[in-house]
C-alpha cells in the first residue's frame, strides 16, 4: 500500500463544529499522526478555537493558518468554511513564524532560520495580512531571493486581514511565514488577458514604484482617455481602472499590473512590480486564454505523483468575472489537473513569487498564481 503524503478536508458547518469536522476527516486519513497542518479559514471563525480544537484531536508538529475572504476546495468557490491541509510527507520539515510586518522583523528571521535549514532546495510561503510595511517586508523579500530561496506568496491591503500560528492555542496577528525543505514547489501564472492597442512606455514613477506618474511623457491617466475617449469621464468617476491592469512585457512574459486608483495630478496609483523605461499594453479579460495557459503548463510539466495543487487567486480578476464565470473557472481547473493532485487555494488581493533570473519578487494583483506541491 502506498503511503499518502498529503490530505485535505472542507468543513462548510459553523463554529467549532467546523473545526472537529476538519480534525476527524484528516484523522480517517492518517489516523496515527500527523506532521503538519496549515488551515484556511473565512473570517467567519475564531482563530483560537480553530488552533485549540486541532492541537487537541490532532496534535500536528507543526500548526498554521490564515483568514482568506473566499476559499477554493476541489474546484468549489467557499465562501464560508475551514480546509485543513495536512502534510505526512515522510522528508518535509516545515518552521513557521507570524511576524509583525516592520523593518528588518522578517529579515532577522529569516537569516536565523535559514542556518537551521541546510542544503540547497528550501521554499518559503509568505502571507502578509496587511497590518504594517508591506514594501518593506517585500524588499526584504528580495534579500532572500538574492540568496537563492524559492518564495511565493500573497498579501492584502486592507487592513484587518489576521494570521495565525498555533503557540499555546494562541493566535497572532500579522504576516505567516513558513519556511519548507523536504518538498517539491512548482510555481507558475496562469494567463487570462490580451492586450489592447499599441504599446506605450512607461516614463515615470514615484516612491518605491505604487505610483505610475507619466505614460509616453504626459499624465499616466491620460492613456485610458486615449482609449476610452467619450467613455472616459464615465470610466474614471466610477474608478473602473480594475477592470483593465496594464501588461508589462519582459523577456518574452506578460506581467501584470493592476491600477487601484488615480490621483488629482493624473497618476495612477497601482499594485504590482513596474519600473521607468517599461513597456506596457491595456488589457482585456479573455478566459479562455486562461485555461490555455494551464493546460500548457501541465503539459509541459508532465505527469506527477501524488501532491497538491495550491492555488493563489485574483480577488480582483473575480471581480471582473460574473460569479457562474468565477465557479466555471475553477471547475475547468479541476478537470485539467490530474486526479493524483489535491486541489484548494484561496483568495488574496495580490501574490508573489521569485524571479529567479533576476533575483527579485514579482508581484501581479490580477493574475492566479498556481503552485504544485509533491
Given at each position: 500500500?502506498?503511503e499518502?503524503?498529503?490530505?485535505?478536508?472542507?468543513s462548510?458547518?459553523?463554529?467549532?463544529d467546523?473545526?472537529?469536522?476538519?480534525s476527524?476527516?484528516?484523522?480517517?486519513?492518517?489516523?496515527r499522526?500527523?506532521?503538519y497542518?496549515?488551515?484556511f479559514?473565512?473570517?467567519?471563525y475564531?482563530?483560537?478555537?480553530?488552533a485549540?480544537?486541532?492541537?487537541f484531536?490532532?496534535?500536528?508538529?507543526?500548526?498554521?493558518?490564515?483568514?482568506?475572504?473566499?476559499?477554493?476546495?476541489?474546484?468549489?468557490?467557499?465562501?464560508k468554511?475551514?480546509?485543513?491541509?495536512?502534510?505526512?510527507?515522510?522528508?518535509?520539515?516545515?518552521?513557521?513564524?507570524?511576524?509583525?510586518?516592520?523593518?528588518?522583523q522578517?529579515?532577522?528571521?529569516?537569516g536565523?532560520?535559514?542556518?537551521?535549514?541546510?542544503?540547497?532546495?528550501?521554499?518559503?510561503?509568505?502571507?502578509?495580512?496587511?497590518?504594517?510595511?508591506?514594501?518593506?517586508?517585500?524588499?526584504?523579500?528580495?534579500?532572500?531571493?538574492?540568496?537563492?530561496?524559492?518564495?511565493?506568496?500573497?498579501?492584502?491591503?486592507?487592513?484587518?486581514?489576521?494570521?495565525?500560528?498555533?503557540?499555546?492555542?494562541?493566535?497572532?496577528?500579522?504576516?505567516?511565514?513558513?519556511?519548507?525543505?523536504?518538498l517539491?514547489i512548482?510555481?507558475?501564472r496562469?494567463e487570462?488577458y490580451?492586450?489592447?492597442g499599441k504599446?506605450f512606455?512607461?516614463?515615470?514613477?514615484?516612491?518605491?514604484?505604487?505610483?505610475?506618474?507619466?505614460?509616453?511623457?504626459?499624465?499616466a491617466?491620460?492613456?485610458?482617455?486615449?482609449?476610452?475617449?467619450?467613455?472616459?469621464?464615465t470610466?474614471?468617476?466610477?474608478?473602473?481602472?480594475?477592470?483593465?491592469?496594464?501588461?508589462?512585457?519582459e523577456?518574452?512574459?506578460?506581467?501584470?499590473?493592476?491600477?487601484?486608483?488615480?490621483?488629482e495630478?493624473?497618476?495612477?496609483?497601482?499594485?504590482?512590480?513596474?519600473?521607468e523605461?517599461?513597456?506596457?499594453q491595456?488589457?482585456?479579460?479573455?478566459p479562455?486564454?486562461?485555461?490555455?495557459?494551464?493546460?500548457k503548463?501541465l503539459?509541459?510539466?508532465?505527469?506527477?505523483?501524488?501532491?497538491?495543487?495550491?492555488m493563489?487567486?485574483?480577488?480582483?480578476?473575480?471581480?471582473?468575472?460574473?460569479?457562474?464565470?468565477?465557479?466555471e473557472?475553477?471547475?475547468?481547473?479541476?478537470?485539467y489537473?490530474?486526479?493524483?493532485?489535491?486541489?484548494?487555494?484561496?483568495?488574496?488581493?495580490?501574490?508573489?513569487?521569485?524571479d529567479?533570473?533576476?533575483?527579485?519578487?514579482?508581484?501581479?494583483a490580477?493574475?492566479s498564481?498556481?503552485?504544485?506541491w509533491?
Amino acid at each position: 500500500m502506498i503511503e499518502k503524503k498529503f490530505a485535505i478536508a472542507l468543513s462548510e458547518k459553523s463554529g467549532e463544529d467546523a473545526a472537529k469536522e476538519i480534525s476527524l476527516k484528516i484523522k480517517s486519513v492518517f489516523p496515527r499522526a500527523v506532521k503538519y497542518v496549515i488551515v484556511f479559514f473565512t473570517p467567519h471563525y475564531q482563530a483560537h478555537n480553530i488552533a485549540k480544537t486541532l492541537q487537541f484531536t490532532l496534535n500536528p508538529e507543526g500548526l498554521f493558518g490564515i483568514t482568506s475572504p473566499l476559499l477554493i476546495f476541489e474546484g468549489r468557490l467557499i465562501e464560508k468554511g475551514i480546509i485543513a491541509w495536512a502534510i505526512n510527507k515522510r522528508e518535509a520539515r516545515l518552521k513557521g513564524a507570524v511576524l509583525k510586518e516592520s523593518p528588518g522583523q522578517l529579515d532577522s528571521w529569516l537569516g536565523n532560520t535559514l542556518k537551521e535549514f541546510k542544503g540547497k532546495k528550501k521554499n518559503l510561503l509568505s502571507l502578509f495580512s496587511g497590518q504594517g510595511q508591506r514594501l518593506q517586508c517585500l524588499k526584504e523579500l528580495n534579500s532572500a531571493t538574492a540568496q537563492g530561496l524559492d518564495i511565493i506568496g500573497a498579501g492584502y491591503i486592507k487592513k484587518g486581514t489576521a494570521t495565525y500560528l498555533q503557540i499555546a492555542n494562541a493566535a497572532s496577528e500579522g504576516a505567516l511565514n513558513i519556511i519548507s525543505k523536504g518538498l517539491n514547489i512548482n510555481a507558475f501564472r496562469l494567463e487570462g488577458y490580451l492586450p489592447l492597442g499599441k504599446p506605450f512606455v512607461i516614463t515615470k514613477i514615484l516612491g518605491k514604484s505604487e505610483i505610475i506618474a507619466e505614460i509616453n511623457a504626459e499624465p499616466a491617466i491620460n492613456i485610458y482617455r486615449h482609449y476610452l475617449q467619450e467613455k472616459f469621464e464615465t470610466f474614471k468617476n466610477k474608478r473602473l481602472f480594475l477592470y483593465y491592469p496594464l501588461g508589462i512585457e519582459e523577456n518574452g512574459k506578460t506581467r501584470l499590473v493592476s491600477i487601484r486608483d488615480y490621483l488629482e495630478d493624473g497618476s495612477l496609483v497601482c499594485t504590482g512590480t513596474v519600473k521607468e523605461g517599461d513597456s506596457a499594453q491595456i488589457l482585456l479579460l479573455h478566459p479562455d486564454s486562461f485555461l490555455e495557459s494551464l493546460k500548457k503548463e501541465l503539459n509541459a510539466m508532465g505527469k506527477s505523483s501524488e501532491g497538491v495543487a495550491f492555488m493563489i487567486n485574483s480577488l480582483i480578476r473575480k471581480k471582473i468575472l460574473t460569479p457562474a464565470a468565477a465557479e466555471e473557472e475553477l471547475r475547468w481547473v479541476r478537470k485539467y489537473l490530474s486526479e493524483q493532485f489535491l486541489f484548494l487555494g484561496i483568495y488574496a488581493d495580490y501574490s508573489f513569487l521569485a524571479d529567479k533570473k533576476n533575483k527579485e519578487i514579482e508581484i501581479e494583483a490580477a493574475s492566479s498564481l498556481m503552485t504544485l506541491w509533491t
